[in-house]
């Protein structure tokens, strides 16, 4: 049976000057890199922290988080998105006010929900749209490809389709307020004129631009506060309970902690010295690879020495000679006739190219491997 835990035995940020919850702000353009959940120490009382922005990940990121695993670094293509996200955001919100004709204010106000006794989710809008100087909306800005912008107005939902209804239920729980879902069509600017973005082409030289806006306005939070009270309890409980939760994703796309997965439940220490031993290994095969290429060198040089040799003392005849247990045969091969083209192609005054047939495809596995600079034999 594995042993109970309390907040005090998770990875813990003790943190002095704090206002304890509520359903209100606390302070304005605040920022959080922590995980998705860790603890504060409040007035000498561990809370749970979750973020808003996380809460649709499932239980093993939190999970993994409080038993103080440190996160893999999001992909490359992922990163790009979140850094094109944050230099979008600025860029919706006025294309927003200007459609609409309102202003939106609050970007980044820190809103927080206790759930239980030492429970508190805790996020940071987008902005908030005043009228006649009350809040009437919190808002989501997105920036999205032309692919996810398609589903949007094929089905009719930012939240359900990207999984972001938990984020803005929260927001409208915390605050009172309805929400609204702003998402733009990520595009470039590139020497005056608009070219539609793709993951698979950037423009250095061109800027980041939103072509088109679709809103969408939510009136009542569209997941149970009940279901959401059950995601972070249930979190809680396992970790409480020393459980774990296997990663729904078998491939672990997406899961910043996809190295703990394939050796189960285990300490960060394990966890660090399984990732160092396969560094090792991977060094020990790469020694093998080079000293088998070594030797393969070698023996090919032998092996070309013998057959000139061989070719040298069985010169003008093809018969072959059985002596010393082998049976040795020499025998010459001239290479393939192959067609000139630019010659033919010259004195034929045609192109050629339209005769010419391409083979099949076919899939090959290529290892390559090369000394790195400054290592020596």
Request: charged share 30%; with cysteine; hydrophobic share 35%.
């Amino acid at each position: 049976m594995s042993e109970s835990k309390n907040p005090s035995d998770a990875n813990t940020d003790v943190v002095d000057d704090f206002a304890l919850l509520g359903t209100g702000t606390v302070g304005a353009q605040t920022g959080d890199n922590r995980p998705s959940v860790y603890v504060e120490v409040i007035d000498g009382k561990p809370f749970y922290i979750f973020r808003a922005s996380s809460l649709k990940q499932p239980d093993c990121i939190f999970l993994r988080a409080l038993q103080g695993f440190e996160a893999a670094p999001p992909p490359p293509y992922m990163q790009a998105a979140f850094d094109q996200g944050n230099y979008l955001e600025p860029i919706l919100t006025s294309r927003y006010e200007l459609e609409h004709g309102c202003e939106v204010v609050n970007d980044q106000r820190e809103v927080e929900l206790p759930v239980g006794s030492n429970i508190i989710i805790r996020g940071h809008t987008d902005g908030e749209v005043w009228e006649d100087g009350e809040p009437h909306r919190i808002m989501e800005f997105k920036g999205l490809a032309p692919s996810s912008m398609d589903d949007v107005r094929k089905y009719g939902s930012v939240g359900k389709i990207f999984g972001y209804d938990l984020q803005l239920s929260f927001y409208m729980y915390a605050t009172g307020l309805q929400g609204e879902w702003a998402a733009g069509l990520k595009g470039w600017e590139v020497d005056g004129e608009i070219v539609p973005w793709s993951k698979k082409k950037d423009y250095p030289n061109g800027e980041l631009v939103v072509t088109d806006l679709h809103t969408e306005r939510v009136e009542t939070p569209p997941v149970p506060i009940g279901q959401l009270m059950k995601k972070v309890l249930g979190v809680v409980r396992k970790f409480e309970a020393g459980e774990s939760s296997p990663c729904p994703d078998p491939y672990h796309n997406g899961c910043a902690y996809y190295r703990t997965h394939e050796k189960g439940d285990q300490t960060p220490e394990v966890s660090v010295a399984f990732g160092k031993r396969v560094t090792e290994l991977v060094a020990e095969a790469g020694a093998r690879l080079f000293e088998a290429r070594a030797f393969s060198k070698e023996a090919k040089a032998m092996e070309d020495d013998a057959k000139k040799e061989l070719v040298t003392l069985m010169a003008g005849t093809d018969k072959p000679l059985v002596t010393g247990g082998f049976k040795i045969v020499v025998t010459e091969q001239r290479g393939n006739k192959r067609l000139d083209r630019a010659e033919a192609e010259k004195a034929l005054d045609v192109d050629l190219e339209p005769y010419f047939k391409r083979g099949n495809s076919f899939n090959k596995v290529t290892v390559s491997a090369v000394k790195a600079k400054g290592e020596t034999e």
